[in-house]
C-alpha cells in the first residue's frame, strides 16, 4: 500500500470561524471523500485519567495516521480540528481537563447540541466536495466525534455512509431515537462508563425496531439503515494510547469499517 503524507489546511465556516483540518489525497484519483472526526477529551468527567498512558486530543499523531491510511486506500481524507472554536490554535480537551476554564471552552461543542461542531463539518464536506465533485461522503469519528457522525448520518444530506466508534451520548434517550438517512455502522463495546449495558440494550431495541428489515442494502445504495456491531472490549477499545485498547476488537472493528465504505462509497 503506497505511504500517504497528509497535510494541514484551512477553512472557514460560514460565520467566518476559521479552522484546521488535516487532510490527506489518495496516490490515484479518489474513490470518494471520508471525514474523520476525533474524539473528546480522554480525561474530562467520568473518565480515569489514568488509563490514558499518552493523551493526545484533537488532530493527534493517531488521527493523523488514522487520516494517512484511509487515504492509502483510495479516498481523499479530511480530519477538522473540532476543538478550534475554543482558542485558536490550541487542543484544550486533555490541557485543561474539568478545570472551570476548560468547561467554558468546550461548552459550545457538547455533544448532543454542537450546532458550531456542525457547521465546521459541513463546511469540511462543502470543500471536500468541490474537489471531487463526483465522489461519495463518508463520515466516521469516535467518542464525540463517533456521535457527531450520527449526528450527521441523521442530518445531512450530503453523507452517503457513516461509521461511529462507540460514540459516547449516543444512546441516551433523546438520541438513539434519531433515523439517519444514509447506512451507519456502528461499533460498540461491552463495557464502560460512558456507554452502559442497559443504554447500548435500548438502543439497539430502538434501531431493531425502526429498521425491521436490519441488515445490509444493495452495494452502493443510499437508504436508511444502521448495522451494529458489538465487542467484548471496554470503550475506547480502538485507542492504542490507552489502557482500553483491545487489538483484537481494533482489527476487527477496522476491517469492517473498511468493507462498510468500500460497499456504500463505490457505487
Known amino acids: 500500500m503506497t505511504e500517504i503524507m497528509g497535510h494541514y489546511a484551512e477553512l472557514i465556516s460560514p460565520d467566518k470561524h476559521r479552522f484546521r483540518a488535516f487532510v490527506a489525497h489518495p496516490s490515484k484519483p479518489a ?31 493517531r488521527i493523523r495516521a ?57 463546511t469540511v464536506v462543502a470543500w471536500a466536495q468541490a474537489q471531487i465533485p463526483q465522489g461519495r461522503v463518508g463520515i466516521m469519528g469516535f467518542c464525540w466525534g463517533g456521535l457527531l457522525a450520527w449526528q450527521a448520518a441523521c442530518t445531512l444530506p450530503q453523507v452517503f455512509a457513516a461509521t461511529s466508534f462507540y460514540g459516547g451520548g449516543m444512546t ?7 433515523r439517519p438517512m444514509c447506512p451507519v455502522l456502528i461499533h460498540l463495546p461491552s463495557k464502560g462508563a460512558l456507554m452502559t449495558q442497559e443504554s447500548m440494550d435500548e438502543f439497539i ?51 469492517k469499517t473498511f468493507t462498510f465504505f468500500d460497499r456504500y462509497l463505490n457505487g
Do not use: C
Open 205 to 255: 431495541a430502538v434501531q431493531r425496531e425502526h429498521f425491521s428489515a436490519h441488515g445490509q442494502t444493495s452495494p452502493g445504495q443510499k437508504m436508511s439503515m444502521v448495522q451494529i456491531e458489538q465487542y467484548n472490549a471496554a470503550y475506547g477499545f480502538d485507542h492504542a494510547g490507552s489502557r482500553q485498547h483491545d487489538p483484537h476488537a481494533s482489527q476487527s472493528a477496522r476491517l
Open 172 to 178: 441516551n434517550p433523546e438520541v438513539r431515537s434519531w
Open 66 to 122: 488514522l487520516v494517512n491510511e484511509h487515504a492509502a486506500r483510495g479516498y481523499l481524507v479530511v480530519a477538522p480540528s473540532l476543538f478550534g472554536r475554543g482558542r485558536a490554535g490550541q487542543h484544550h480537551g486533555y490541557k485543561y481537563q474539568m478545570a472551570s476554564m476548560g468547561e467554558q471552552l468546550l461548552k459550545p461543542l457538547q455533544p448532543v447540541d454542537s450546532s458550531l461542531a456542525m457547521m465546521d463539518i459541513e
Open 31 to 61: 474513490r470518494g471523500v471520508l471525514v474523520l472526526l476525533h474524539e473528546m477529551d480522554a480525561r474530562s468527567a467520568n473518565r480515569d485519567s489514568s488509563a490514558y498512558q499518552n493523551p493526545m486530543p484533537g488532530l493527534s499523531q
